[in-house]
């Protein structure tokens, strides 16, 4: 089969189309051939990833007897295929393929008709092979009989098709069309379209993440501070409409910055439904019973019962998760309106777009390409109508990407469900009755673009869909079933097996409660209900293909892990009640379930399925495959966290799918059934999953589970009792404490400025009213050719040294040209202009100026300078140092800048009183050398204390901020992240040596340690400039302040020991599943590599510190700026996970990574300290 | 805002790209470099999408910036082969089936190129460990790991 995407031009010769007339000017074709003999299929269904673009290739192929590889099926563009309604349900094959099929089978009659008549020969002695008519030596083909024509043909309903027994293609396994494309990279995706002059969009989501219903909807947003982005390039516009935000940008980069830091302000949200306790939630829900069935007389019938049986089963939200996040392409550049979407239902997204702008629907082209799988809904037509809204505001093509976090958010999720069944035993074994109620909270899950822009009424739809399976499949006497219907609670849609999922997940488990109670194998009990002959030919080949054994089975089940295997079957009901059936399937499945990690693991699934005819057979296989691995994945691990209602998951951390390695091994049995019609086999064999998997845990453990998923936290609470924590209602944002910037005994406390300003006045006596220096005459900048270039070198590598431009230039600013904002606790002070431009740099400064500066801290004109400049360190600089330095600066680019005024809070702002400081903690005086130390050390001592000035972060600080000179290096704070400690006061499980501080210093990385992340990086970066043997010399100066000496070997068992000890097997709490979700691919040890680092965290410095700063830094922020590329980069997480989430995961790494270290208290506060600061 | 072109070779051609040195690798890719290969998932590094290789690891593409690129080699999934020449691990993955809807596919391709380099002829167990990392929501596992299996076969055969 061709390509769809490589037939773009018609051919001009004739043609013979299949049509059916819809009204005077329009009708829908299904086939066209061309004079060329090549064939287009049109199908109003669209190829979620279900290969169904090579299924109706196939039946199209067949009908017409031309080859395969001749026949493009087209789907999805509304200018040109079909309307069939959206591609949901299984239907594609079972229904609107039909249409097609017969259109096939019409056009071939009439092409052997006109063939016989051609070639003067019974219609009867022609064969027909690829298009190609013969008989008796003679031949024409399908393209010599259409020849110039314009042959149209009206749909006929009685067109005759083909005997399945003459079936040569349908039937056969054929291979995907669309591989090679995608396995090399050819554009299929709508993710991939590109139009000229295309911009790219972002859109800003409202707060009440995943809530479609309610008054707040549309109607939230305050205000949007256009002036927010204005230092963003290339941006085009800000879009706003009701409580849509957007933003458009030239650059995709761009536009991300952008929606990420476009102030927005929102109302509150009002207090939503609490969905910690689905149940509670359901019930509360107001809803509408609708009675499906009511036979026998349930009541008097569960009277009589010998044994009273009532269950309730619960079903948690899930997400549809595609891989891709939704995207789209929309332009309205010019009258004609296009809109590029991975949705599947083109039309009935069109009708949204048309009623979103107020046009005409013949006005908009819907053009579907493939989007990552949906398995039901997920954000495809949100996508488009927000890149619609943001082409028609700038008037350009706008492509618009949806975020991760917004996919995840504001995807319809899969609703949660809530099934009692109540009934009970005979007494003879028998089944008295069954009595089911099923809650179902759906909901249309209408456009967002419409609910956000006001243009339709923000009230959840109620749908009769909790319906679907929801009769059991057996043939109960005296049964009930009610459906009550419910107005959504938060965005919901179908999800691959909709209601029928969770309603035979209660059937199934029911039934196989109810054969326990009676002794009987559950299989043999429900053979005793089971009445439709393919059902109990599917049950038993399923069973005999499995080696069922009749349970149970009463053997020891000692040890750690235990085995136990579980059946279920369904007929999967769907489409408005009472609906049909789509494909039979069944499920053996074997568990592993360990009783004290509670880890459940399915090794084995044996699923078998009665598909009637299979157009594909390994098409339906591999979806088999699909929907029990993602059955499993949902029935083991997914259910969505919410915080105050709204969605909290929002990467794949907080919502875990299935990995590789926990993938069941998968027995597909297919029964031949070719001569039944096809039947649907997209959601089939899902149905099954969750109550097979549940039966297998009861026969492994005997304890019974009524709601997935089946975690290891609700393992071990089911085996073992309620000794864990039931979920509680998160506390209220707490308010931001007071940022940490150094260790801060700062807390406002009452009189204690009062008390600063006290201490400094009487240190100085009374003359502090004055500047302490006099001012020292400007001269003229001084010429290039004073200082030796080799002079100015060396004062590079000193400037490098001192870090002098980190602090004194701002991002992305010109060097040293200052204006960066220093935070302290007394206020925020910005560093100076250091340039050589004679009015705002320090141009007019004589080296003696200079050298006053660094020794003492004043200003050329006598002013103080506040000790945020570490002139206490870069006084002991050596002489020829600080003139190699002053050259250097003298000799660099000036650049006129002034920084803005310091906002230093009384009595900070009083700078005399800084004499006091400086009396109380200065000391002006050069290096000395310990002659008692070698040399190397007094260089390291020399570097490190001097222009390095390592102890300005690494030493705590007094109440005054000055370093504490009995704590050298035993640790600091600066710019909101810890300094450790360097001595052998350092909280690291392997003690630092000289060879770890070494690679530190010198590439940022010690494999003991960690890398450099914060304020640390940009200090390792430039020490590059530095030779190894300073390097070196450093590090043996450092070293010597630590005690504990180790060699390599013990550090390299030390370490295998941490790590072996700290591997995680298991997730069993939130925390741990963040960890694999987020952090493992990068930091579990062994994996495979990766461009960068594998930073170990069982070593990791960080994770061991008696304070959780840096980890919680470098989580919300990330490493954006390493040492060097080699290290590789750490993304941020702030946006991604809310700060419960972090807490959770700060939690786990601890409590896991660090387990002989006490928890921390103060994760809570860190967090949101860090969150609000601005570091 | 004039940048300085950010230099680096994608798919064995030197490209001078004038990107902010911030922007994800990803974008530059896709965007500038007009590749579809590598595709958007999470940008966060978790789940894989955007593989590429980079001086022959893997990497993922969204959480690189362009800058830590400069002077590397780049590989994306149109660098290994074409429809007519297609990789073996490409051709192991069409032999196979190994998609369903295929948006994983860039990174599975891309992540089992970076294995078989340091491990031509991984056990099954060292497959299913190497690709933790790359979801898959279709639940294509069973075909891809059979595609990972066949492509390490051939790759054994042709002496490699
Ligand atoms: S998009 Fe890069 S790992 Fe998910
Ligand atoms: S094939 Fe669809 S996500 Fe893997």
């Given at each position: 089969?061709?390509?769809?995407?490589?037939?773009?031009?018609?051919?001009?010769?004739?043609?013979?189309?299949?049509?059916?007339?819809?009204?005077?000017?329009?009708?829908?074709?299904?086939?066209?051939?061309?004079?060329?003999?090549?064939?287009?299929?049109?199908?109003?269904?669209?190829?979620?990833?279900?290969?169904?673009?090579?299924?109706?290739?196939?039946?199209?192929?067949?009908?017409?007897?031309?080859?395969?590889?001749?026949?493009?099926?087209?789907?999805?563009?509304?200018?040109?295929?079909?309307?069939?309604?959206?591609?949901?349900?299984?239907?594609?094959?079972?229904?609107?393929?039909?249409?097609?099929?017969?259109?096939?089978?019409?056009?071939?009659?009439?092409?052997?008709?006109?063939?016989?008549?051609?070639?003067?020969?019974?219609?009867?002695?022609?064969?027909?092979?690829?298009?190609?008519v013969r008989g008796h030596n003679r031949s024409v083909s399908y393209g010599e009989l259409i020849g110039g024509e314009t042959i149209r043909l009206e749909?006929?309903?009685?067109?005759?098709?083909?005997?399945?027994?003459?079936?040569?293609?349908?039937?056969?396994?054929?291979?995907?069309?669309?591989?090679?494309?995608?396995?090399?990279?050819?554009?299929?995706?709508?993710?991939?379209?590109?139009?000229?002059?295309?911009?790219?969009?972002?859109?800003?989501?409202?707060?009440?993440?995943?809530?479609?219903?309610?008054?707040?909807?549309?109607?939230?947003?305050?205000?949007?501070?256009?002036?927010?982005?204005?230092?963003?390039?290339?941006?085009?516009?800000?879009?706003?409409?009701?409580?849509?935000?957007?933003?458009?940008?030239?650059?995709?980069?761009?536009?991300?910055?952008?929606?990420?830091?476009?102030?927005?302000?929102?109302?509150?949200?009002?207090?939503?439904?609490?969905?910690?306790?689905?149940?509670?939630?359901?019930?509360?829900?107001?809803?509408?019973?609708?009675?499906?069935?009511?036979?026998?007389?349930?009541?008097?019938?569960?009277?009589?019962?010998?044994?009273?049986?009532?269950?309730?089963?619960?079903?948690?939200?899930?997400?549809?998760?595609?891989?891709?996040?939704?995207?789209?392409?929309?332009?309205?550049?010019?009258?004609?309106?296009?809109?590029?979407?991975?949705?599947?239902?083109?039309?009935?997204?069109?009708?949204?777009?048309?009623?979103?702008?107020?046009?005409?629907?013949?006005?908009?082209?819907?053009?579907?390409?493939?989007?990552?799988?949906?398995?039901?809904?997920?954000?495809?037509?949100?996508?488009?109508?927000?890149?619609?809204?943001?082409?028609?505001?700038?008037?350009?093509?706008?492509?618009?990407?949806?975020?991760?976090?917004?996919?995840?958010?504001?995807?319809?999720?899969?609703?949660?469900?809530?099934?009692?069944?109540?009934?009970?035993?005979?007494?003879?074994?028998?089944?008295?009755?069954?009595?089911?109620?099923?809650?179902?909270?759906?909901?249309?899950?209408?456009?967002?673009?419409?609910?956000?822009?006001?243009?339709?009424?923000?009230?959840?739809?109620?749908?009769?869909?909790?319906?679907?399976?929801?009769?059991?499949?057996?043939?109960?006497?005296?049964?009930?079933?009610?459906?009550?219907?419910?107005?959504?609670?938060?965005?919901?849609?179908?999800?691959?097996?909709?209601?029928?999922?969770?309603?035979?997940?209660?059937?199934?488990?029911?039934?196989?409660?109810?054969?326990?109670?009676?002794?009987?194998?559950?299989?043999?009990?429900?053979?005793?209900?089971?009445?439709?002959?393919?059902?109990?030919?599917?049950?038993?080949?399923?069973?005999?293909?499995?080696?069922?054994?009749?349970?149970?089975i009463r053997e020891e089940k000692d040890g750690d892990v235990v085995h136990g295997r579980g059946f279920a079957y369904a007929l999967y009901v769907h489409?408005?009640?009472?609906?049909?059936?789509?494909?039979?399937?069944?499920?053996?499945?074997?568990?592993?379930?360990?009783?004290?990690?509670?880890?459940?693991?399915?090794?084995?699934?044996?699923?078998?399925?009665?598909?009637?005819?299979?157009?594909?057979?390994?098409?339906?296989?591999?979806?088999?495959?699909?929907?029990?691995?993602?059955?499993?994945?949902?029935?083991?691990?997914?259910?969505?966290?919410?915080?105050?209602?709204?969605?909290?998951?929002?990467?794949?951390?907080?919502?875990?799918?299935?990995?590789?390695?926990?993938?069941?091994?998968?027995?597909?049995?297919?029964?031949?059934?070719?001569?039944?019609?096809?039947?649907?086999?997209?959601?089939?064999?899902?149905?099954?999953?969750?109550?097979?998997?549940?039966?297998?845990?009861?026969?492994?453990?005997?304890?019974?589970?009524?709601?997935?998923?089946?975690?290891?936290?609700?393992?071990?609470?089911?085996?073992?009792?309620?000794?864990?924590?039931?979920?509680?209602?998160?506390?209220?944002?707490?308010?931001?404490?007071?940022?940490?910037?150094?260790?801060?005994?700062?807390?406002?406390?009452?009189?204690?400025?009062?008390?600063?300003?006290?201490?400094?006045?009487?240190?100085?006596?009374?003359?502090?009213?004055?500047?302490?220096?006099?001012?020292?005459?400007?001269?003229?900048?001084?010429?290039?050719?004073?200082?030796?270039?080799?002079?100015?070198?060396?004062?590079?590598?000193?400037?490098?040294?001192?870090?002098?431009?980190?602090?004194?230039?701002?991002?992305?600013?010109?060097?040293?040209?200052?204006?960066?904002?220093?935070?302290?606790?007394?206020?925020?002070?910005?560093?100076?202009?250091?340039?050589?431009?004679?009015?705002?740099?320090?141009?007019?400064?004589?080296?003696?100026?200079?050298?006053?500066?660094?020794?003492?801290?004043?200003?050329?004109?006598?002013?103080?300078?506040?000790?945020?400049?570490?002139?206490?360190?870069?006084?002991?600089?050596?002489?020829?140092?600080?003139?190699?330095?002053?050259?250097?600066?003298?000799?660099?680019?000036?650049?006129?800048?002034?920084?803005?005024?310091?906002?230093?809070?009384?009595?900070?702002?009083?700078?005399?009183?800084?004499?006091?400081?400086?009396?109380?903690?200065?000391?002006?005086?050069?290096?000395?050398?310990?002659?008692?130390?070698?040399?190397?050390?007094?260089?390291?001592?020399?570097?490190?204390?001097?222009?390095?000035?390592?102890?300005?972060?690494?030493?705590?600080?007094?109440?005054?901020?000055?370093?504490?000179?009995?704590?050298?290096?035993?640790?600091?704070?600066?710019?909101?992240?810890?300094?450790?400690?360097?001595?052998?006061?350092?909280?690291?499980?392997?003690?630092?040596?000289?060879?770890?501080?070494?690679?530190?210093?010198?590439?940022?990385?010690?494999?003991?340690?960690?890398?450099?992340?914060?304020?640390?990086?940009?200090?390792?970066?430039?020490?590059?400039?530095?030779?190894?043997?300073?390097?070196?010399?450093?590090?043996?100066?450092?070293?010597?302040?630590?005690?504990?000496?180790?060699?390599?070997?013990?550090?390299?068992?030390?370490?295998?020991?941490?790590?072996?000890?700290?591997?995680?097997?298991?997730?069993?709490?939130?925390?741990?599943?963040?960890?694999?979700?987020?952090?493992?691919?990068?930091?579990?040890?062994?994996?495979?590599?990766?461009?960068?680092?594998?930073?170990?965290?069982?070593?990791?410095?960080?994770?061991?510190?008696?304070?959780?700063?840096?980890?919680?830094?470098?989580?919300?922020?990330?490493?954006?700026?390493?040492?060097?590329?080699?290290?590789?980069?750490?993304?941020?997480?702030?946006?991604?996970?809310?700060?419960?989430?972090?807490?959770?995961?700060?939690?786990?790494?601890?409590?896991?990574?660090?387990?002989?270290?006490?928890?921390?208290?103060?994760?809570?506060?860190?967090?949101?300290?860090?969150?609000?600061?601005?570091? | 805002?004039?940048?300085?072109?950010?230099?680096?070779?994608?798919?064995?051609?030197?490209?001078?790209?004038?990107?902010?040195?911030?922007?994800?690798?990803?974008?530059?890719?896709?965007?500038?470099?007009?590749?579809?290969?590598?595709?958007?998932?999470?940008?966060?590094?978790?789940?894989?999408?955007?593989?590429?290789?980079?001086?022959?690891?893997?990497?993922?593409?969204?959480?690189?910036?362009?800058?830590?690129?400069?002077?590397?080699?780049?590989?994306?999934?149109?660098?290994?082969?074409?429809?007519?020449?297609?990789?073996?691990?490409?051709?192991?993955?069409?032999?196979?089936?190994?998609?369903?809807?295929?948006?994983?596919?860039?990174?599975?391709?891309?992540?089992?190129?970076?294995?078989?380099?340091?491990?031509?002829?991984?056990?099954?167990?060292?497959?299913?460990?190497?690709?933790?990392?790359?979801?898959?929501?279709?639940?294509?596992?069973?075909?891809?790991?059979?595609?990972?299996?066949?492509?390490?076969?051939?790759?054994?055969?042709?002496?490699?």
């Open positions: 089969m061709a390509s769809p995407l490589s037939n773009g031009a018609e051919r001009p010769s004739g043609s013979l189309v299949v049509v059916r007339t819809v009204d005077e000017v329009t009708s829908e074709t299904f086939v066209r051939i061309t004079a060329d003999g090549s064939v287009n299929a049109y199908n109003g269904h669209v190829d979620l990833g279900t290969g169904i673009r090579t299924a109706l290739g196939q039946i199209v192929a067949e009908e017409l007897d031309v080859s395969f590889a001749r026949v493009v099926v087209v789907l999805g563009d509304t200018a040109i295929v079909p309307n069939q309604g959206a591609t949901i349900a299984s239907e594609t094959i079972q229904i609107t393929a039909v249409p097609l099929r017969k259109a096939a089978a019409q056009a071939r009659h009439f092409l052997i008709a006109r063939a016989a008549h051609r070639l003067e020969l019974p219609a009867a002695e022609l064969t027909i092979e690829d298009g190609l749909l006929a309903d009685d067109a005759q098709v083909k005997a399945v027994g003459n079936y040569t293609i349908v039937g056969q396994s054929m291979p995907r069309v669309d591989l090679p494309a995608k396995a090399t990279g050819e554009l299929t995706f709508v993710h991939d379209i590109r139009v000229p002059g295309m911009l790219h969009g972002r859109v800003v989501r409202p707060p009440y993440a995943g809530v479609d219903a309610g008054p707040f909807v549309g109607t939230s947003l305050i205000a949007v501070d256009e002036s927010s982005v204005n230092d963003i390039p290339g941006i085009i516009a800000v879009v706003r409409i009701g409580d849509f935000v957007g933003v458009v940008a030239e650059r995709e980069e761009n536009a991300i910055r952008a929606a990420e830091q476009l102030k927005v302000s929102w109302k509150p949200t009002p207090t939503l439904p609490d969905l910690a306790d689905v149940e509670t939630a359901l019930r509360a829900n107001p809803s509408t019973p609708r009675t499906l069935i009511d036979k026998g007389d349930v009541d008097t019938a569960i009277a009589g019962a010998t044994t009273h049986m009532q269950r309730t089963y619960v079903w948690p939200y899930q997400m549809h998760a595609s891989i891709g996040p939704s995207c789209a392409v929309a332009d309205c550049s010019d009258g004609n309106i296009r809109v590029w979407s991975g949705t599947q239902n083109p039309h009935v997204l069109r009708g949204d777009l048309a009623l979103l702008i107020e046009r005409p629907e013949s006005e908009i082209d819907v053009i579907r390409l493939e989007a990552a799988g949906c398995y039901g809904r997920n954000c495809a037509d949100d996508v488009a109508a927000d890149a619609l809204l943001l082409s028609r505001a700038v008037g350009r093509p706008v492509r618009v990407q949806l975020t991760r976090e917004q996919e995840h958010a504001w995807e319809p999720k899969g609703t949660a469900q809530l099934i009692d069944v109540n009934g009970g035993l005979n007494a003879d074994g028998g089944i008295a009755a069954y009595d089911l109620a099923t809650r179902y909270p759906s909901n249309a899950a209408p456009t967002l673009a419409l609910l956000l822009t006001g243009r339709i009424s923000c009230e959840g739809a109620v749908l009769q869909m909790g319906d679907r399976t929801a009769i059991p499949p057996y043939d109960y006497d005296h049964m009930r079933v009610i459906a009550h219907d419910m107005a959504p609670i938060v965005r919901a849609s179908w999800f691959r097996g909709v209601s029928a999922l969770p309603n035979t997940f209660a059937h199934e488990s029911y039934i196989d409660e109810l054969a326990t109670e009676a002794g009987v194998d559950p299989i043999e009990y429900r053979l005793r209900y089971l009445k439709d002959q393919r059902a109990v030919d599917l049950v038993n080949a399923v069973a005999e293909r499995a080696g069922w054994t009749p349970r149970p489409s408005k009640f009472p609906g049909y059936g789509a494909a039979w399937s069944a499920w053996v499945a074997d568990v592993a379930v360990n009783k004290t990690t509670g880890d459940v693991s399915v090794t084995r699934v044996v699923a078998g399925q009665d598909s009637g005819l299979m157009i594909n057979p390994d098409g339906v296989r591999h979806q088999i495959h699909g929907n029990v691995i993602q059955s499993t994945s949902r029935a083991l691990m997914e259910e969505v966290s919410f915080e105050r209602g709204a969605v909290a998951a929002r990467e794949w951390g907080a919502y875990p799918i299935i990995p590789f390695p926990d993938v069941p091994k998968i027995d597909v049995l297919l029964l031949p059934r070719p001569d039944q019609p096809p039947l649907g086999v997209g959601e089939s064999a899902s149905v099954p999953s969750a109550a097979a998997i549940a039966n297998a845990i009861f026969d492994a453990t005997g304890v019974r589970f009524r709601e997935p998923p089946f975690t290891p936290e609700r393992i071990l609470r089911g085996l073992h009792g309620d000794a864990a924590a039931t979920p509680q209602a998160l506390p209220a944002p707490a308010a931001p404490p007071p940022s940490r910037i150094w260790q801060n005994p700062f807390a406002k406390r009452a009189g204690i400025f009062a008390t600063i300003a006290a201490v400094c006045t009487a240190a100085v006596g009374v003359g502090a009213a004055l500047w302490p220096g006099r001012a020292i005459a400007p001269i003229a900048r001084p010429g290039t050719s004073v200082y030796s270039a080799a002079t100015i070198a060396r004062g590079e590598l000193l400037a490098a040294l001192g870090n002098c431009a980190e602090c004194h230039t701002t991002i992305g600013g010109a060097i040293n040209a200052g204006g960066r904002a220093l935070e302290t606790p007394f206020g925020t002070i910005f560093a100076t202009n250091i340039t050589p431009d004679v009015e705002t740099g320090i141009g007019a400064w004589s080296y003696p100026a200079f050298e006053r500066a660094m020794r003492d801290g004043l200003h050329r004109d006598g002013r103080q300078l506040y000790p945020a400049f570490p002139y206490t360190h870069f006084s002991k600089t050596s002489e020829a140092d600080l003139q190699a330095l002053y050259a250097y600066l003298m000799a660099q680019p000036a650049v006129r800048a002034t920084a803005p005024a310091n906002t230093l809070a009384f009595p900070f702002n009083l700078r005399p009183l800084l004499a006091g400081w400086n009396a109380l903690f200065h000391q002006t005086r050069e290096f000395k050398p310990d002659p008692a130390k070698s040399e190397q050390w007094n260089r390291g001592a020399y570097l490190v204390e001097s222009l390095g000035h390592c102890s300005a972060c690494h030493s705590p600080r007094n109440v005054l901020g000055a370093e504490q000179r009995d704590a050298y290096l035993a640790g600091g704070f600066a710019e909101g992240w810890e300094a450790p400690a360097l001595t052998s006061l350092s909280h690291a499980p392997i003690p630092w040596s000289e060879d770890d501080l070494f690679a530190y210093l010198r590439t940022g990385q010690s494999r003991y340690h960690g890398v450099a992340a914060g304020p640390m990086a940009p200090i390792v970066r430039d020490l590059t400039a530095l030779p190894d043997h300073d390097i070196r010399a450093m590090a043996i100066y450092l070293n010597s302040f630590n005690d504990a000496a180790a060699d390599a070997p013990t550090q390299d068992a030390l370490a295998a020991k941490l790590e072996a000890a700290t591997q995680v097997t298991v997730a069993a709490s939130s925390g741990a599943r963040l960890y694999q979700g987020a952090c493992a691919v990068c930091h579990e040890v062994g994996g495979l590599p990766l461009f960068g680092s594998r930073p170990s965290l069982a070593l990791n410095s960080n994770l061991h510190s008696a304070s959780p700063d840096n980890l919680v830094q470098v989580i919300l922020h990330g490493i954006a700026e390493p040492v060097s590329s080699d290290l590789g980069y750490m993304p941020a997480f702030k946006n991604s996970m809310s700060a419960a989430q972090v807490e959770q995961l700060v939690t786990f790494l601890r409590g896991q990574f660090a387990p002989d270290k006490p928890a921390w208290t103060s994760v809570r506060e860190t967090i949101a300290r860090v969150r609000s600061s601005t570091h | 805002m004039t940048q300085t072109p950010i230099r680096l070779t994608v798919n064995g051609r030197i490209h001078d790209v004038t990107a902010a040195p911030e922007t994800p690798l990803l974008y530059v890719l896709r965007n500038d470099l007009q590749l579809n290969g590598p595709k958007y998932g999470c940008g966060l590094g978790e789940c894989g999408t955007c593989t590429v290789l980079i001086d022959g690891t893997a990497a993922r593409s969204c959480v690189i910036p362009v800058g830590g690129c400069a002077g590397r080699d780049v590989v994306t999934l149109e660098g290994l082969g074409t429809r007519d020449k297609p990789d073996v691990v490409q051709q192991a993955f069409i032999d196979e089936q190994a998609a369903q809807c295929g948006y994983c596919l860039n990174g599975m391709i891309m992540t089992t190129k970076a294995l078989l380099a340091i491990n031509p002829q991984p056990t099954e167990q060292e497959a299913l460990e190497a690709l933790r990392y790359n979801l898959c929501r279709c639940g294509t596992h069973v075909e891809i790991l059979r595609a990972v299996m066949r492509a390490s076969g051939r790759l054994a055969e042709a002496g490699n």
